[in-house]
């Protein structure tokens, strides 16, 4: 571990696929780059 490194992580999808049989199509970069353009958009 690093200064900053977070413990724990949920970017692990595999229970959500198991419990729900949903499956991301959306990388995280993808998503978290629309979610700021959204953002921006909306609040600016």
């Excluded at 419990?19 to 978290?32: A, K, N, Q, S």
Aim: negative net charge.
């Amino acid at each position: 571990m690093q200064p900053g490194d977070v413990p724990v992580t949920y970017a692990d999808t595999t229970a959500l696929e198991r419990d729900y049989g949903f499956t991301p199509t959306i990388g995280i970069r993808e998503g978290l780059r629309a979610c700021a353009e959204w953002y921006r958009g909306y609040y600016d």
